[in-house]
């Protein structure tokens, strides 16, 4: 299935791997190929990830994917003939920050 990725997701991701890049050389392209992983086994197989369960009920079903190695979980909507990616969003962020909806 097609994933597709919200500009603010983008965004949020091109800024961690920013963050991990400047902490250690190759930390960020190590970010970048976890989230990959991620995405690429969402595109597969996107009803597999368990429901996103924040403190709040959300609107629309949302679920989650944890990204190895990093404190981190990809926040996506599954669709009828595509996969939407809404947030790269840090775990100890305070829960459905992206859900501006």
């Given at each position: 299935?097609?994933?597709?990725?919200?500009?603010?997701?983008e965004?949020?991701?091109?800024e961690?791997m920013?963050?991990?890049?400047n902490?250690?050389?190759?930390?960020?392209?190590?970010?970048?190929?976890?989230?990959?992983?991620?995405m690429?086994?969402?595109?597969?197989?996107?009803?597999q990830?368990?429901?996103?369960?924040?403190?709040?009920?959300?609107?629309r079903?949302?679920?989650?994917?944890?990204?190895?190695?990093?404190?981190?979980i990809?926040v996506?909507?599954?669709?009828?003939s595509?996969?939407?990616?809404?947030?790269?969003a840090?775990?100890?962020r305070?829960?459905?920050?992206?859900?501006?909806?």
């Amino acid at each position: 299935m097609n994933v597709r990725i919200l500009e603010a997701a983008e965004q949020e991701l091109r800024e961690a791997m920013e963050y991990y890049e400047n902490s250690r050389v190759g930390l960020g392209v190590q970010f970048h190929d976890r989230v990959n992983e991620a995405m690429l086994a969402i595109g597969r197989a996107p009803w597999q990830f368990p429901l996103y369960e924040g403190k709040r009920r959300l609107r629309r079903e949302f679920r989650r994917a944890r990204v190895v190695r990093f404190p981190y979980i990809v926040v996506f909507e599954p669709r009828e003939s595509e996969v939407l990616v809404v947030a790269v969003a840090h775990t100890g962020r305070r829960p459905a920050y992206w859900d501006r909806q």
